[in-house]
């Protein structure tokens, strides 16, 4: 296009260019219900968990009848790249880890079909397999902490706490609410044994018995004699009164109360009272929410309903939404500063209101221009776009800046303000568009190139890359407007005297850095930097290590505690904890919500603490670890991640998997390998390594006389029953309390010290027998959890590896797989090289086109490279750790070079031939000082926010500002004092 008729044009029509502008502004406001916010980027899945449950049967069971049945059925499914299986006390979980590209649609048609068919080939007995996506991370989108209401309150508490639930599962976006500690009335029915031994009554004839008595029935409606009547039976047991009163049917029409064969007493959950927080006992609610929302509407929803409720004094504990939100303030931090100081940079470079009200106005334009781009290219707003978003920011005054400058430039000499605007966009649109060009072409291969972390990458590289675009349509459409709308300008004479003065600084310091640029020393320099990179060179990474939020401990029973015991360990632990860190916030709720274990009423049950707002988290570690291992307690501590950490599932990890089929053979093994890892020059631990139980099988005796068969339902009954009280349901109609079964509730024996073969039970006549008179127990040994890959059973060692004798691991004959993390990230940025190699082709072409000549791009790449190197080296030496925000940073300074270059070039050429020996490079140096200072000030300061208010989660985009916070000084030293030596001495265009 023509630009002298685009000008006209603007001018021409300038009214109607505003009206277009305006409109996109207005257009913002109606659109933004458009905008996507998620709270983590649209990954495409990599594993799916394939849940089943098994109830009442052992880890063993569970392994050989369920989930190796199970994973060699989902063997069969296309794109599965790894299976492994988890089999505990009645719960399989078998772990499906696709092939990178596989086709997804096609996998989850065939996994459904296949989960659906394979319930016929299962035992009975076996549940419905449920399919989960993802990782089994349980972490809750909000946890709601409530405190618990005085005991006359109790009644309208209750009620107002089943409408809070039931308005928040109706919320939009939420999939789940889990309440623990709600304080709700229980009563239990408790067995004697020596008491119902004496009557002809077994346990499974009492529970029906009662069971009958709680409900009531209906015959329908029958004929009366004025209108039809319904016929209903009321039920005999209406309160807890009734249950002492409630009579048992005995053989030969005799009957005896309830309270004469059991003992009633009312007592609280255990979820009650180790439902905690700093040492109080608390209500609970956890909120599940679907990824695919967005995470700041539903929170704002839960709060609002939280707040509607008067009768409750509730605090969000956590809220997962609160880094998007934090990282949100971030960005409007960031743009605020970014906006007010280039407002104020600018008017105390040019000392004048019109362009810096212009510079602000463009960049402003180029956010609203952006925000109609990410809405017609999907990106979504998340954690990590708005690392790259934030970063972008500091870098939209580039274009704007150069193309104000350039046509301020211009109305100090020309009269006529449209020529003027002309020919100042003439003398930059070279390097505007090459430069934008460049940092659009740079993000293509990463974003396009078959990679594991292409989606990962895509919302970030196509922010930064649609911002530069923006910038770029922003310097040739907003500031030409409004420079042929406001064309006054004048030149002060304090501003030509501070030009002179910065001039005469430049000239002295070049005349010394001239010593600089000789041979010997550019040798010496580049041997220093080698030589510094080698002894304090950083090591790679893939991505950034994220801090975690918090810590998490699950602590489990060895033995079966007694609840008191568990009570105790609690207000112990609680009271450590406090005076160790009295700034951390302890929370306490039992793990497995929905198990029947947790509802009997003496027994301990499995808790997980979490630890919130500590200072020093590794203090803390340490101290859990020592009270802890003094503990009679199996415990596993584990830091609390951000969601950042949730988003990558691609980071490689040090390990060797051990596989055998006999498991005994393969545990053998790794107590030797444990004993010798300091001889294999080895550091780590097993990942896992299962805890031996004994299982007890009783084989019955032949009993040829039907009379004394036993009644092994009466005797499974009583071992279930003492175990884990059975619900039967609701009792009351107004104050509903849950009713619960079980023998010898008050006295259980938790440690297992009576002998199983003793315990009696009856035949089918109800003649009391003990079973060791008719079942002969055999022991043996097996374990409480299991696991296999492949069908054949594994261990994971993880840790740092080294060349390990491999003959050890021959004399036993064990199988292994091992992973090493450095042969990945050597692996991944061999990619990266290779991409960058790509992208360098790709400028090229597109710089022949811009310039339409093969040796220019050819004299630009090469200095940018020189650039490119320098700075690499010094970010290597400067930072522990190199990876992929260093390397995004690099990209982008990339672009920044062919800017710098291009700008240099084009102001090189104007230089007459004569003048470049002599005085050319002033020249230049008179045209680019200002606005490569303030494009450089503008940009590094934009970076502040980021490299000074980071948060948990912020790492990835506070390494691309470190990055180009070092490289920006380096491009600026180069543009004055090695371009000019390198134009001079190679320039031949």
Not at 246 to 251: C, G, V
């Amino acid at each position: 296009m023509n630009i002298d008729n685009y000008v006209r044009s603007l001018s021409k029509h300038r009214r109607l260019y505003y009206v277009i502008s305006f409109s996109l502004l207005i257009a913002v406001f109606f659109r933004l219900d458009e905008l996507q916010i998620w709270l983590l980027p649209r990954l495409t899945p990599i594993r799916y968990l394939v849940v089943t449950e098994f109830p009442n049967h052992s880890a063993e069971d569970t392994d050989l009848m369920v989930s190796l049945p199970i994973s060699e059925i989902l063997s069969s499914v296309k794109s599965v790249e790894r299976i492994r299986s988890v089999s505990e006390h009645g719960k399989s979980i078998v772990q499906l880890d696709l092939a990178y590209r596989a086709s997804l649609p096609e996998f989850e048609e065939e996994l459904y079909q296949t989960i659906f068919e394979m319930k016929d080939k299962l035992p009975p007995g076996v549940g419905v397999s449920r399919l989960v996506e993802g990782g089994s991370d349980d972490k809750p989108f909000m946890e709601i902490l409530i405190s618990k209401p005085n005991e006359k309150d109790l009644e309208n508490f209750d009620f107002h706490l089943k409408q809070l639930q039931f308005q928040l599962e109706r919320i939009s976006g939420i999939t789940e609410v889990q309440i623990l500690g709600k304080p709700k009335e229980s009563t239990f029915i408790s067995i004697d044994p020596k008491v119902i031994d004496l009557f002809p009554l077994n346990i499974r004839n009492l529970e029906l018995q009662i069971l009958s008595g709680l409900h009531s029935g209906s015959l329908g409606k029958v004929e009366g004699f004025r209108r039809d009547t319904e016929l209903k039976f009321a039920s005999e047991i209406k309160s807890k009164d009734d249950l002492n009163t409630f009579q048992i049917h005995l053989e030969n029409g005799k009957s005896t109360s309830l309270a004469q064969l059991t003992k009633i007493f009312d007592s609280e959950l255990p979820e009650e009272k180790l439902t905690r927080v700093g040492g109080k006992e608390t209500i609970y609610i956890a909120i599940y929410s679907d990824t695919k929302t967005n995470p700041l509407r539903v929170s704002e929803a839960v709060q609002n309903k939280i707040n509607g409720f008067e009768m409750f004094s509730a605090k969000i504990y956590s809220d997962v939404s609160q880094e998007l939100r934090t990282s949100l303030i971030q960005f409007v931090m960031n743009l605020i500063w970014g906006l007010g100081f280039a407002f104020l940079f600018s008017y105390f470079l040019y000392r004048s209101l019109v362009p810096s009200l212009l510079l602000f106005v463009s960049v402003f334009f180029s956010l609203i221009l952006f925000f109609h781009l990410i809405l017609f290219f999907s990106v979504s707003i998340n954690l990590l776009s708005l690392g790259g978003i934030s970063v972008g920011i500091g870098m939209l005054f580039d274009a704007s800046n150069l193309t104000v400058f350039s046509i301020r430039s211009q109305l100090l000499s020309q009269k006529n303000p449209i020529e003027a605007v002309s020919k100042g966009i003439r003398s930059v649109i070279v390097s505007l568009f090459s430069s934008s060009l460049t940092t659009i072409v740079v993000f293509i291969p990463l974003l396009v190139f078959p990679m594991e972390w292409k989606d990962f990458l895509f919302d970030s590289g196509v922010s930064i890359a649609l911002l530069v675009f923006c910038s770029f349509v922003s310097s040739l459409w907003i500031v030409p407007l409004f420079s042929v709308s406001f064309p006054e300008i004048r030149e002060n004479k304090e501003k030509i005297e501070r030009k002179n003065l910065i001039l005469n600084w430049y000239s002295r310091t070049y005349q010394l850095g001239e010593f600089f640029l000789q041979r010997n020393f550019i040798i010496g320099f580049v041997i220093f930097l080698g030589l510094s990179a080698f002894c304090f060179g950083s090591r790679f990474e893939i991505f950034p290590k994220q801090s975690s939020v918090g810590l998490k401990v699950k602590v489990f029973p060895k033995k079966g505690m007694s609840l008191q015991e568990e009570l105790y360990f609690v207000h112990q632990l609680e009271t450590q904890i406090q005076n160790f860190d009295p700034g951390v916030s302890v929370l306490v709720y039992p793990i497995e919500i929905s198990d029947d274990s947790n509802k009997h009423p003496e027994k301990a049950v499995p808790i997980q603490w979490k630890f919130f707002g500590t200072q020093n988290p590794k203090n803390l570690e340490d101290f859990l670890n020592k009270k802890l291992s003094d503990s009679h307690w199996d415990w596993r501590l584990e830091s609390i991640e951000s969601e950042v950490s949730k988003a990558l599932p691609f980071l490689p990890y040090d390990s060797i998997v051990f596989l055998d089929g006999n498991l005994e053979k393969l545990l053998n093994f790794s107590y030797e390998w444990r004993k010798n890892t300091e001889k294999l020059k080895l550091v780590g631990d097993f990942d896992f390594l299962p805890n031996p139980i004994i299982v007890e099988e009783w084989s019955r005796f032949s009993i040829p006389v039907p009379e004394f068969l036993p009644d092994e339902d009466d005797l499974k009954n009583r071992i279930l029953y003492q175990n884990i009280p059975r619900y039967l349901g609701e009792l009351g109609n107004i104050h509903k309390r849950d009713l619960y079964l079980g023998i010898g509730l008050l006295n259980s024996n938790f440690l297992g010290e009576e002998n199983s073969e003793r315990t009696n039970f009856k035949t089918k006549l109800n003649d009391l027998v003990s079973a060791k008179s008719i079942y002969t127990p055999k022991n043996k040994t097996s374990y409480d959890e299991f696991r296999r890959e492949s069908g054949l059973f594994y261990l994971e060692w993880m840790g740092v590896l080294s060349d390990f004798d491999k003959d050890f691991l021959k004399r036993f004959g064990i199988s292994f797989i091992k992973f090493s993390a450095e042969e990945e990230i050597y692996k991944f940025f061999s990619i990266l090289i290779f991409l960058f190699f790509i992208a360098f082709v790709f400028i090229y072409l597109a710089l022949v086109g811009i310039y339409e000549s093969f040796q220019i791009p050819i004299f630009y790449l090469g200095i940018s490279i020189i650039y490119l190197f320098v700075t690499s080296l010094t970010v290597w030496i400067l930072f522990d750790t190199f990876h992929l925000g260093h390397y995004i940073g690099l990209v982008v300074l990339l672009g920044l070079s062919i800017d710098n270059i291009s700008l240099f070039g084009e102001r090189w050429k104007d230089v007459p031939y004569e003048a470049i020996n002599t005085n050319g490079r002033e020249i230049v140096f008179r045209w680019l000082a200002e606005p490569i200072f303030l494009n450089a000030g503008t940009t590094m300061m934009g970076f502040l926010p980021v490299l000074f208010f980071g948060f948990s989660g912020s790492e990835f985009s506070r390494s691309i500002a470190l990055t180009m916070f070092v490289g920006i000084p380096i491009s600026v030293f180069f543009v004055f004092y090695i371009y000019p030596y390198l134009f001079q001495r190679f320039w031949e265009g």
